[in-house]
């Protein structure tokens, strides 16, 4: 198939998505057209069956807020016209679902072309950004135009029916995981240099936004602190940092907790990690887990969302509320308090990685793009 996919080309878990997906079905045999703004993050090397295409947007004196959505819409056109794609598959419906329904108007009204669209919706773009007024009208009407949609748990299927007035069906294709890429590796080397007293490690690593609660991570580190030897990696950036190195140094913690920053190979860093915190008050599937999981890192999390679909409370992890800091720190020590009982967790935790990985997820993508297709209507 000739698959044109439209994503957000940063680090966050939909672009992180759509790429690896990209970069598996091209890796299959799939001729895979990459259509976004910057070339996707994960997409730095030359592979036959990839192609990236760069939307510009034109500045004009006139326009306070660029036009992305038409130059995109207008991109499109272009692609499928020239390409001769088989399907567009946009990742993350704002604005990427809209701007694939223009598309398919003006190819068909036009040229006479029929493109069927696959929207799949990740999480915020629901949860968050969707159910807002400014842009929910726009939401449901381009959820409802698309040939396909997808979700990536049960929860956001369930939460995008509550939310919309949704005629059509949704099917839940969950995140997968590369497990050549997310493995644990041996690095006795970097973790003696973090936690030279055999410390236990914690880690979290997000985007830092308001949502993934890291000043829980570092409450929930503190009271572990107290109790276990332990050192806190804090990965990636974003607007909640700032307050969680503060927050660090006023409890007194900060000797032990190192912030790292944007990291390229998060599996190294998981594979010298004892568990991972995600105590988000949103999280539609919880990629970040999975990764950990698949590294045989434990999980303290949260129960929003989808987390309690991936996270199997007493397996593989433990669930708490939303802002249960102390129950999350409990069952935190009750893993690590015990070594033979942290390499169950573990074992348990790349078990359950292993549903998910790529080449049992990737083909569920492909039945339902060819089903998609041979939907469609072609024009007489
Ligand atoms: O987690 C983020 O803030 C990034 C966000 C995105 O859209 O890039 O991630 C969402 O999509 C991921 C991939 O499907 C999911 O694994 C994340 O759970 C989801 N994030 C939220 O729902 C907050």
Redesign the pocket.
Known sequence: MKIGIVC?P?F??????ATELGKALAANGHEIHFITYRQPARLDFFSENLYYHEVAVSQYPLFDFLPYESALASKLVDVVRFEKLDLIHVH?AIPHASAAFMAKQILLTTYGITIPVVTTL????I?LVGKDKSFSPVVTFSINQSDGVTA?SQNLKDQTLGYFDITRDIKVIP?FIDLDRFSNKDRSHFKKAIAPGNERILVHT??F?K??NTEDVIRIFKKVHDVIPSKLLMVGDGPERRNAEELSRELNVCQDIRFLGKQDAVEEILSVSDLFLMP?S???????ALEAMACQVPVISSNT??LPELNKNGVTGFLSAVGDVDDMAKNAIYILEDGERLQKFKEAALNHAKEFQLSNIMPLYEQYYQKVINQTIKPQ
């Open positions: 957000y940063t966050g878990g939909s672009g992180v998505v993350y990740h999480g915020t773009d949860t990536v995140n997000s985007n936004r949502v993934k988000s949103s999280e539609s599937f919880g990629l970040a969302g989808g």
